[in-house]
Nanobody, 122 residues
Framework: VQLQASGGGLVQPGGSLRLSCVASRGSLSREGMGWFRQAPGKEREFVSMISWIGGIKFYADAVKGRFTISKDNAKNTIHLEMNSLKPEDTAVYYC????????????????WGQGTQVTVSS
């Protein structure tokens, strides 16, 4: 599976952004897709995932209630709506795909998209 991420940018605290990730060249039937993020000097951390079959969603505690993940089966695309953004959300966000049982461990992901920068600053 190849992943292509888009979205991100610079936003003020309290603002919103939307990330998207398109999957191609592979089967998603056993996959979960989602997002990790990595801030400077920190390890990559889980943000959110959604199972391709069933649409089961998980969120990191730090983003619960503010971020919403969704999928569009017809377009093999997932979206991450990020609201009430905080400076601590600043990071490079990576789209990933892996067997649903592998989440949320980044070392077990099968595919990665390129990172997209999200900066929350006034």
């Amino acid at each position: 599976v190849q992943l292509q991420a888009s979205g991100g940018g610079l936003v003020q605290p309290g603002g919103s952004l939307r990330l998207s990730c398109v999957a191609s060249r592979g089967s998603l039937s056993r996959e979960g897709m989602g997002w990790f993020r990595q801030a400077p000097g920190k390890e990559r951390e889980f943000v959110s995932m959604i199972s391709w079959i069933g649409g089961i969603k998980f969120y990191a505690d730090a983003v619960k209630g503010r971020f919403t993940i969704s999928k569009d089966n017809a377009k093999n695309t997932i979206h991450l709506e990020m609201n009430s953004l905080k400076p601590e959300d600043t990071a490079v966000y990576y789209c990933a795909a892996g067997d649903t049982e592998a989440w949320p461990r980044p070392e077990r992901m099968d595919s990665w998209g390129q990172g997209t920068q999200v900066t929350v600053s006034s």
